[in-house]
């Protein structure tokens, strides 16, 4: 079965308080960093996973959108790349 | 001054535990995901920044390995991308 390897991108919405990202943001700027204008800091979720491309897709879908983020508040993007094929 | 998308992308090391990702992937295994094979989270912090290209490349290449990494577990890549020139 084809194997791939996705990426979740998952980012608090724009319209959202981000706590995270305002905490890092403010470090910066009392180190002097004052040419950060903004900074948001969200999830990288990386998986391997086995199936054909059509059934893949459907389920990182579901996923991206139920375990891996809360869609009330947050935007997930998906990348998917196929990396090795085995049709024996 | 030229206005910089950059997001840094902040992975923990293969060899090292990542227990987050451990969680999320358990979950989605007792929830019949049985065909992810790996899952690891790490965090994609976005930044806007003004300045010239080197020294804002030089910026996040300190940035990237001081604050917003741990280099002695995590790797951090950097995307950066020009969005707005305003040489007036």
């Known amino acids: 079965m084809p194997e791939f390897r996705a990426v979740v991108h998952v980012m608090v919405r724009r319209a959202i308080l ?14 002097g960093h004052d040419n950060v204008v903004d900074l948001r800091v ?3 979720i990386e998986l391997t996973l086995h199936g054909e491309r059509p059934d893949v897709e459907a389920q990182l879908a579901h996923l991206a959108s139920t375990i891996l983020s809360n869609p009330v508040m947050e935007d997930a993007t998906i990348e998917l790349h196929e ?3 085995d049709h024996t």
Chains 1, 2 share one sequence.
């Open 18 to 31: 981000d706590p995270q990202g305002r905490a890092v943001h403010a470090t910066l700027e009392r180190l």
């Open 42 to 44: 969200g999830k990288r």
């Open 83 to 85: 990396v090795a094929a």
